[in-house]
């Protein structure tokens, strides 16, 4: 009922302001001109965005985009003061002269601001917190920013890093650096992210989340989280939008270059490094600007870690669960990241206009050799494996766009587009496993139920029986496209002196793409185990059974000393070399005394074929929306989105052969599918801000937004397990998810900093979770008793929390204390949504057959983190400047089971860093990051902390640079 009232009050409101634009033409005509120019700082000639540009006695009004440039458009003729103002910096006023049909160009330099008759000297910390305050206050909707200088300064690996920097997001985190982000406890398929709001493809080749490793921040000139959308912005963000602001060229020649060297305390090596350069400059009276940025790195991500897998035995006399170890696993990994960024941005003024070309390319290499023990106890054996594999992301962006300023009939009609065209690639060329056996490696005494500490001290550890049991070889490439058209058009209006504002609408194509191909090479047990040695019985070490002995490939050369903080011993490793040559000498090994006959070492696995697909998304949307200014306190923005989907998937299904040791290796009956939905929604959103006072704002928005499905829960892939009359597949019938959100933020702001308290509520419809059901009696599945495949949840799922954010300083206070500038944040997040189980009981004697139940049980989603807190204590001062930072995040579920005793929880992060930078000459700084200096592990468990599931040390890392600029 209440959001059928919102959006008939949407409609309403909209068709008034349209009659009101068509009033204004009638009453105004020609009669009017228009004002444009550049803002900066005085003191360091950089733009300042987000200033607020009005004219006094009017409500028109306008603040400078992210490179400092303001346009006042339908300005009647007449004298005015134009008033500049900006958090941090004193307000300036100009007088200008309208005239009718004419621009006038008015540029400002704004001073900082003066304290008790004392100059401020202004650093680069003080700047940077000044321009993500004021591009805050400025927007018409609610918004985090990250500042040029704090992206360049923190000693942040990637982008992910830092946008975990900002209130209510939490990071995923690979091989111990952020990857991926979660806003608001949204897991990262909800956000979108965009370069230069272009949207990114997924790099993942299950669900629609992007990989931000690959972004460098050195060719960044800001970031920006919006949290509540407005109609012109794609709809499918339920979380929020990521966006990455690359440079733009300033007036003159200008080079920033950035060196540094660094050292890994996990893997004990230098070698890491990081070099970015950027350049640019404007040509042809400035009507040209070009930026090229580029940068390079290379990073040891190397840990090592411990895994466990528990199963439920019985209750104990209290109700609680008997927990045992199923499962340990001890790994090793080495793995060196190889990262390239090249970024090449044009603009071009055209007096009434304002052209951009944007191309952003960018490759991450990574190469990784992990070491493997496995303690299977469900199966009595040992294991050891290792896995040698590359991976490869590429990502390209490209765009065009304009903005143009047309005059029918006299009025300004501000009209822009925008054609891009973007790519991710992200492909395994390598991944070669090999897995070593030791049957029954127990002994009779072990204790299970103590956590998995106490595993290594029953292994019989006989290396003497341990054999070489398969190698696999696999490959994999996920190519995602996205090409998109839009085009809007937004038209000023004013009654009066008190009304002003603007309708905007427009139009958006976006067509996607994406291909996923794996295919998998591995052994058969027969051959390897029992063939291989009896054919070359002069080749190996063999154990007394004839097989091939572990012994044959140990690195001699291979320690792995203070394993996991000394808690467990490895053991020998693997070798490299040895286990890839194998490969590569007897991949295309055959048996058999004819050749028509022979049977291969190494066969292809036809069960991976479900896993490829081919997927296209196309995606119309149209929006209107308007922005009402009553007087300067008061801001209405109604408006609403439309958006089809239509989705065309093509996948395969089969049922496997399973052969003895249940390594499905052979599909039967492989049959294409297709499959083809289509679908409309409207998206109704409201914005309102409110300014009693300059000094304090309030900000209200409802939203409505949606989430697509992950691709391949969408695909109509399918496979039979006759032996377990099991049916999965995918379920290109899942409906989006879709949400209302509602948030209330207040903001408090002097010319000291910004305090901001903001609360917000999220109801989420369709969650769609993978499910297993029973199935009684369907006729077309024949025997089939259970289906597992993604589904809908019916109930609503909650979402609420609450954001503080504090950016201030101290200059106020006498040297040296003067120097201090302050960021933290603290965001509180709970959510409550519905998992469905399948319970499945023994009936009543004598036949004890099985009684299934469907069951829901509520826990919050996964990935959210209760607590997210984030410090940054900056010092400048006489060309020194420094930060320590903290990033906290709580507890987080990371999977939920039928018992609460069995969710695995990641435990509570923290991390410290630090960055130091001194000038030495102008232009030219040397600087020293510490990153992790605390050596925090990352860690997973059960209920209690009795029973982790993971825990992974990666260390601590120092780089030492140069940078030069001018």
């Known amino acids: 009922m209440f959001i ?19 009033g204004s033409v009638v009453v105004y005509g020609a009669e009017k001109g228009q004002i444009t120019g550049y803002v900066k700082a005085a003191e360091s000639g950089d733009p300042l965005p987000g200033a607020n540009v009005t004219l006094e006695k009017t409500t028109l009004g306008a603040a400078t985009d992210l490179y400092g440039k303001y346009r006042i458009l339908e300005v009647p003729q007449g004298t005015y003061d134009l008033v500049i103002s900006y958090v941090g910096y004193q307000k300036t006023k100009f007088q200008v002269i309208v005239e009718a049909g004419q621009t006038v160009r008015q540029d400002a330099e704004l001073q900082f601001d003066v304290i008790q008759l004392k100059e401020i000297v202004v650093t ?13 206050l400025s927007a018409n909707t609610i918004v985090n920013v990250v500042s040029p200088d704090k992206i360049h300064e923190l000693p942040d690996q990637n982008a992910a890093e830092s946008v975990g920097r900002l209130p209510g997001i939490s990071i995923q985190r690979n091989a111990g650096e952020g990857q991926k982000v979660i806003v608001r406890g949204l897991s990262p398929r909800f956000n979108s992210i965009t370069v230069n709001g272009e949207r990114i493809p997924s790099t993942d080749s299950q669900d629609r989340s992007v990989d931000l490793s690959m972004l460098s921040p050195d060719v ?31 007036e003159g020649l200008r080079l920033d270059v950035r060196m540094q060297s660094g050292y ?30 580029g940068s390079m790195q290379r990073a040891n991500r190397g840990s090592d870690y411990m895994e466990a897998d528990y199963i439920i035995d019985g209750e104990k006399e209290d109700g609680t669960a008997n927990i045992l170890v199923k499962n340990l696993n001890l790994g090793d990994r080495l793995e060196v990241r190889k990262r390239y960024s090249v970024s090449l941005t044009l603009d071009y003024e055209l007096g009434l206009g304002d052209l951009f070309l944007n191309s952003f390319w960018g490759k991450t290499d990574r190469d990784e050799l992990r070491r493997r023990r496995r303690y299977n106890l469900e199966a009595n054996r040992q294991e050891r494996t290792m896995r040698s594999r590359q991976l490869l992301t590429n990502m390209w962006t490209n765009s065009m766009n304009g903005q143009h300023y047309l005059f029918p009939l006299g009025h300004a009609v501000q009209m822009n587009w925008r054609a891009s065209y973007s790519r991710t690639i992200q492909e395994t060329p390598f991944s070669h496993t090999t897995r070593f056996y030791e049957l029954s490696a127990f002994k009779a005494d072990i204790i299970m139920d103590q956590g998995p500490i106490y595993i290594p001290l029953a292994a019989n550890n006989r290396l003497d029986e341990t054999y070489f049991k398969s190698s696999l070889f696999e490959e994999e490439r996920v190519d995602d496209e996205d090409m998109t058209a839009q085009v809007d ?10 009304v002003s504002g603007h309708v905007k609408m427009g139009g958006k194509f976006r067509g996607k793409n994406r291909d996923r191909e794996v295919s998998a090479l591995g052994t058969t047990s027969f051959g390897l185990v029992w063939d291989l040695p ?3 019985p002069d080749r190996w070490d063999l154990d007394s059974e004839g097989r091939i002995l572990v012994s044959n490939f140990v690195d001699t050369g291979f320690e792995a000393n203070d394993f996991v903080k000394g808690e467990y011993e490895f053991g020998p490793g693997l070798d490299e070399s040895q286990l890839n040559d194998f490969f590569a000498i007897y991949r295309n090994e055959t048996f058999g005394q004819d050749p028509a006959s022979a049977g291969p070492l190494y066969i292809y696995d036809s069960e991976v074929l479900i896993g490829s697909y081919e997927a296209s998304e196309k995606i119309s949307a149209s929006y209107l929306l308007v922005e009402l200014n009553l007087g300067n306190t008061f801001l209405f923005l109604p408006g609403v989105r439309y958006e089809k989907t239509t989705n065309d998937y093509a996948a395969t299904y089969a049922t496997p052969i399973e052969t003895e040791d249940e390594e499905k290796l052979i599909m039967r009956g492989v049959i294409d599918t297709t499959g083809v939905r289509s679908y409309e929604k409207f998206l109704p959103m409201f914005h309102i801000r409110y300014k009693p006072k300059t000094w304090f704002d309030i900000r209200l928005a409802a939203t409505r937004t949606l989430s697509r499905p992950n691709y391949y829960n969408l695909v109509p892939w399918r496979t ?11 379920n290109p019938d899942l409906k989006p998810v879709i949400s209302w959100n509602y948030d209330c933020f207040l903001s408090f702001n002097n010319r000291l900093g910004l305090f901001t308290i903001g609360l917000f509520t999220k109801e989420v419809e369709n969650v769609d979770y993978t499910r297993t059901r029973h199935v009684e009696k369907e006729e077309d599945l024949g025997k089939i008793t259970i289906i597992i495949q993604p589904e809908n949840v019916e109930k609503t799922t909650h979402v609420k929390g609450y954001e503080v954010e504090l950016q201030t300083n101290l200059k106020t206070l006498p040297s040296p204390f003067n120097g201090v500038v302050i960021y933290a944040n603290y965001s509180h997040i709970s959510s409550e949504t519905f998992y469905p189980f399948l319970l499945v009981e023994h009936g009543p004697p004598p036949f004890f057959m099985p009684i299934f139940i469907d069951t829901l049980r509520t826990a919050p989603m996964i990935g959210q983190s209760d607590h997210i807190a984030n410090l940054s204590l900056g010092y400048e001062k006489g060309g020194f400047s420094g930060r320590v930072s903290m990033i906290y995040q709580g507890n987080i579920l990371n999977q939920v089971d039928i018992r609460e005793q069995l969710d695995e929880y ?34 997973t468990f059960l209920w209690k902390e009795m029973f982790p599931t993971n825990d992974e040390f990666f260390g601590w890392t120092a780089d030492l640079g140069i940078r030069y600029k001018f």
């Open 534 to 536: 009896e054919k070359y």
């Open 220 to 250: 960044l000139a800001g970031i920006e989280v919006y949290k509540a959308l407005t109609p012109d912005k794609d709809g499918d963000a339920i979380g929020g939008t990521v966006n990455f602001v690359t440079k733009k060229a300033r």
């Open 489 to 498: 058009f937004q038209l000023p209006f004013t009654v009066g002196d008190d």
């Open 4 to 22: 059928r009232f919102c959006f008939s009050k949407t409609v309403i409101v909209l068709m008034l302001m349209i009659t009101l634009v068509l």
């Open 906 to 939: 990641k435990s509570d992060f923290i991390r410290w860093d630090i960055a130091l930078q001194q000038r030495v000459h102008k232009g030219v700084s040397l600087f020293v990051n510490l990153n992790n200096i605390s050596d925090r592990s990352e860690g």
């Open 124 to 136: 680069e910390q003080l700047e940077g917190q000044a321009k993500a305050i004021n591009q805050q």
């Open 720 to 730: 039979f397990t006759n032996e377990g009359a099991t049916l999965e597949q995918g």
């Open 264 to 293: 890994n305390g996990h893997d004990d090596k230098y070698g890491q490094y990081k070099n970015s350069i950027s350049f640019s400059n404007r040509y042809w009276d400035n009507k040209l600007g070009a930026v090229i940025t």
